[in-house]
């Protein structure tokens, strides 16, 4: 596993949602994506947790991309 930190960040009218996790750490943010859009108290929706993650899937494709390369 990378020690490497990654960052995803989505601004929702005045709210700021910045996730920071370490690579290879991919499924535990999606985990939390589940429980913040799952959760009534949260601003952030199942769009929002679409959207970071198909965000992190690109990235993860760009990333193999390179190394194939």
């Known amino acids: 596993m990378s020690d490497r930190v990654r960052q ?3 601004v929702k009218g005045s709210e700021r949602f910045v996730f920071r996790y ?4 991919e499924a535990d943010v999606i985990d939390v994506f ?3 859009a ?3 108290s949260s ?3 199942w ?5 970071l993650s198909y965000q992190m899937g690109r990235r993860l494709e760009m990333e193999l ?3 194939a390369t």
């Open 65 to 67: 991309d390179q190394i």
């Open 43 to 45: 601003a952030f929706d």
């Open 22 to 25: 370490q690579a290879g750490r």
């Open 38 to 40: 799952a959760s009534p």
């Open 47 to 51: 769009f929002d947790a679409a959207v």
């Open 34 to 36: 589940s429980d913040l």
């Open 8 to 10: 995803l960040s989505l």
